[in-house]
């Protein structure tokens, strides 16, 4: 097991297939009650609002007998210049995992470098690879498997998408997203996914892309930090609403995903997300229980 969990490709896919199994365990209630990180303490350092990554992580710390110290950004030395190698250093002597959230992905990984403590990530600009363990979960609970189940993203490239493409690499997922020309998913992250085997298309028509579809996920068109030039881009997006008239184009069983929070009435309407299809309630629930998972492992 690598050090760190920056991305979704940080884990084998038998690393990641054994953490889906023991979140199971986990919320089935299976899992033993010993506190297998009593003792530890874990610093969760967020510089953007958050819900669910934020809440179910403490939750999840104090479950597994570890103590989580919320960290406000603008009250640590770092917001007065102190480094943010220097940051890293100093809290690895404290600490004995660190969970971040924040904007360059660059930031997380200057900061994962130089500590020495295990560094998760709890969303950048570029990747949210907790929350596609959390999806993986919850697909594989409501659909009995992943291998080969056809997965159709609509919406915008963003950090939601590009952790749905590396999730394509490790559990032979079918992928297809449905992105308006000029807002696809990272270049980078898609041809590695490419190089590396995964069945990921990307395409600009939504109506075409739903076919067959098991699994059919958005996500909000403007992500945190990224309101410049908002209007001009839900203009480009109307065609890409989750609504009732595009969702017919999927197969009839198919599932509703959303990472949330939902930006209701944009790009997805009240009654697919609030329709018996949706499993957003599901899916936010086992964030909790894959983060268990993924601690119970990677902190030492
Ligand atoms: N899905 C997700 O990461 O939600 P929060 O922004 O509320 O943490
Ligand atoms: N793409 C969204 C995800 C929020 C959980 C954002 O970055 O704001």
Redesign the pocket.
């Known amino acids: 097991m690598r050090k760190d969990f920056l991305t979704l490709l940080d884990l084998t896919a038998q690393e990641l297939n054994d953490i889906i199994d023991r979140a199971f365990e986990y919320k089935a209630g299976k899992a033993a009650p010993a506190c297998p990180l009593l003792g530890k303490s874990i610093g969760i350092y967020f510089e953007?609002?958050?819900?669910?990554?934020?809440?179910?992580f403490q939750t999840g710390i104090y479950e597994l007998g570890a103590h989580a110290i919320y960290i406000n950004p603008n009250e640590l030395q770092l917001g007065r210049g102190e480094t943010i190698e220097d940051t890293a250093r100093v809290l690895s002597r404290y600490l004995h995992g660190f969970v971040m959230?924040t904007f360059a992905h660059e930031k997380l990984e200057s900061f994962a470098h130089n500590a020495t403590i295990p560094v998760i990530n709890?969303?950048t600009d570029l990747h949210?690879p907790?929350?596609a363990l959390a999806d993986l979960m919850t697909i594989k609970e409501k659909k009995g498997r992943l291998k080969d189940i056809h997965i159709v993203y609509v919406g915008d490239g963003n950090n939601?998408a590009n952790s749905l493409i590396e999730a394509a690499v490790l559990t032979g997922i079918n992928l297809v997203l449905a992105c308006p020309r000029g807002y696809e998913a990272d270049d980078n992250v898609y041809k590695n996914a490419l190089s590396g085997g995964a069945n990921v298309t990307i395409v600009a028509d939504p109506v075409k892309a739903m076919k067959g579809a098991d699994v059919v996920y958005t996500d909000v068109w403007i992500s945190?930090g990224q309101d410049e030039g908002a209007e001009k881009k839900k203009k480009a997006f109307k065609s890409y609403q989750l609504n009732k008239k595009l969702l017919s184009h999927a197969k009839t069983d198919a599932i509703i995903m959303h990472?949330?929070?939902a930006h209701r009435g944009e790009e997805i309407t009240d009654e697919i997300i609030d329709s018996a299809c949706s499993v957003v309630l599901d899916q936010?629930e086992n964030?909790l229980h894959t983060q268990k998972a993924l601690l119970e492992v990677i902190i030492k």
Do not use: E
Not at 48 to 56: D, L, V
């Open positions: 953007k609002a958050s819900t669910r990554t934020r809440i179910s959230r709890g969303l949210h907790c929350q939601v945190m990472c949330l929070p936010a964030r």
